[in-house]
């Protein structure tokens, strides 16, 4: 099964608006990251955040972790149209060498 | 610098065929990983690459199998092709560790 799970599946704004979105995993971490995937593409790197870090910004991005709770959450502040796409988190489940990703919260922006 | 680039793109293939994928990572980056993603299951992993070697598999049958030749370029290749193995391919490489992955744009595979 996933690692990852992600909430919501599915988010709907308003350009301008504040977006956030929340991710869930099971087994210890020495990082967690956020990625974008425009339309069925190639998935592009946002932001990574190490197991020891509990918050980090990048541009509109923000994004946190709590390791004791076993979650993190990724905010995009002050939405654009061109911020619609699927978000997915992914964890290297320790040193397993390999990414596992959440099943994606989809983000729609209206303009 | 050059991204990661898959070939092909898109392929049509029939049950009981089999396929071979190819991937060239970023210059300079040593591992080379691969994924399948399907609306049902989302985004498995299927294998790294690192330096020729299969560093990680994942839990994907022995029709799955893949290769990393000296300039880090690897190959997947699908044998006895069946209908659930139509998905999005994607390749990703990263300098060593799989930290922060490069994804090619991936290769659409349909499996009539």
């Known amino acids: 099964s996933q690692q990852g799970e992600e909430d919501p599946q599915a988010l709907s704004i308003q350009e301008g608006e504040n977006a956030t979105m929340n991710c869930s995993y099971k087994t210890s971490i020495n990082n967690l990251q956020w990625y974008r995937q425009n339309s069925g593409r190639g998935l592009v790197h946002l932001i990574l955040?190490?197991?020891?870090?509990r918050e980090k910004h990048s541009g509109r991005l923000r994004v946190t972790l709590d390791t004791s709770k076993k979650s993190s959450s990724l905010l995009i502040t002050a939405s654009r149209a061109a911020d619609t796409a699927s978000y997915f988190c992914a964890t290297d489940g320790g040193n397993t060498g390999k990414l596992i990703f959440g099943q994606g919260t989809t983000l729609q922006v209206k303009p | 610098k050059a991204g990661v680039t898959q070939t092909p793109r898109y392929l049509i293939k029939t049950r009981g065929q089999q396929v071979t994928l190819s991937c060239s990572p970023i210059s300079g980056h040593r591992s080379v990983s691969w994924y399948q993603q399907t609306p049902g299951q989302g985004l498995q992993f299927l294998f790294e690459?690192?330096?020729?070697?299969?560093?990680n598999k994942g839990n994907f049958p022995g029709r799955f199998s893949g290769r990393q030749f000296s300039n880090s370029r690897s190959e997947m290749n699908v044998s006895t092709l069946e209908l659930g193995d139509s998905a999005l391919y994607l390749c990703?490489?990263?300098?060593?560790?799989?930290?922060?992955?490069?994804f090619g744009p991936g290769t659409r595979l349909t499996v009539t």
């Open positions: 990703a490489s990263s300098s060593f560790l799989p930290d922060e992955q490069y």
């Open positions: 955040i190490r197991s020891n870090e």
């Open positions: 690459y690192f330096s020729e070697t299969q560093r």
